[in-house]
T-cell receptor
Framework: GIQVEQSPPDLILQEGANSTLRCNFSDSVNNLQWFHQNPWGQLINLFYIPSGTKQNGRLSATTVATERYSLLYISSSQTTDSGVYFCAVEIQAGTALIFGKGTTLSVSS | GAGVSQSPSNKVTEKGKDVELRCDPISGHTALYWYRQSLGQGLEFLIYFQGNSAPDKSGLPSDRFSAERTGGSVSTLTIQRTQQEDSAVYLC??????????????FGSGTRLTVV
């Protein structure tokens, strides 16, 4: 089956720093999404981004489908950005998302 | 409802007992998904319901696991003869059928299952 690999597995930042999270996938995909799981376990959908670039405030994401990777950029990080960031891919339309193992981000003040 | 509702939020059960976990999706969402997250791990797909189509059960780890979705709305995940390795957070999500624009999963807060 498809492999979804995220890096780095863990990231520690000082408040105000920028970071880039990466998601590699081993086969072509129909859809890619980024999620944030906060320290209380709630999962929030950040981006639906099968290709191209999107921005939402301090967060932006880029997917290069032909090279099978996606990047999530966090600028001017805040303590509320802490948690686990998951990349998830849909192999074909109408199938469930397959999740990577996540990047755990800790932002300290 | 306003969000995806799961109940109970916590469940402690004895090994060998059966448990039922409930998910109430967002009204109008045709797709419903169950995932399992073990401590410190990613999300493991279990089962997917889409409208009136036959569910995708390819992620169910054993025949002790089953799920139903009644009337295209509420879903129940049943685990029979629970084992300690079943301990995990069980997450439910729902989404609109893809319209060609964009869509996203909305997750519930999960049910934390502990088998003792």
């Amino acid at each position: 089956g498809i492999q979804v690999e995220q890096s780095p597995p863990d990231l520690i930042l000082q408040e105000g720093a920028n970071s880039t999270l990466r998601c590699n996938f081993s086969d072509s995909v129909n859809n890619l999404q980024w999620f944030h799981q906060n320290p209380w376990g709630q999962l929030i959908n950040l981006f639906y981004i099968p290709s191209g670039t999107k921005q939402n405030g301090r967060l932006s994401a880029t997917t290069v489908a032909t090279e099978r990777y996606s990047l999530l950029y966090i600028s001017s990080s805040q303590t509320t950005d802490s948690g686990v960031y998951f990349c998830a891919v849909e192999i074909q339309a109408g199938t469930a998302l397959i999740f990577g193992k996540g990047t755990t981000l800790s932002v300290s003040s | 409802g306003a969000g995806v509702s799961q109940s109970p939020s916590n469940k402690v059960t004895e090994k060998g007992k059966d448990v039922e976990l409930r998910c109430d999706p967002i009204s109008g969402h045709t797709a419903l998904y169950w995932y399992r997250q073990s401590l410190g791990q990613g999300l493991e797909f279990l089962i997917y319901f889409q409208g009136n189509s036959a569910p995708d059960k390819s992620g169910l780890p054993s025949d002790r696991f089953s799920a139903e979705r009644t009337g295209g709305s509420v879903s129940t995940l049943t685990i029979q003869r629970t084992q300690q390795e079943d301990s995990a957070v069980y997450l439910c999500a729902s989404s609109l059928e893809w319209t060609g624009a964009s869509y996203g999963y909305t997750f519930g807060s999960g049910t934390r299952l502990t088998v003792v």
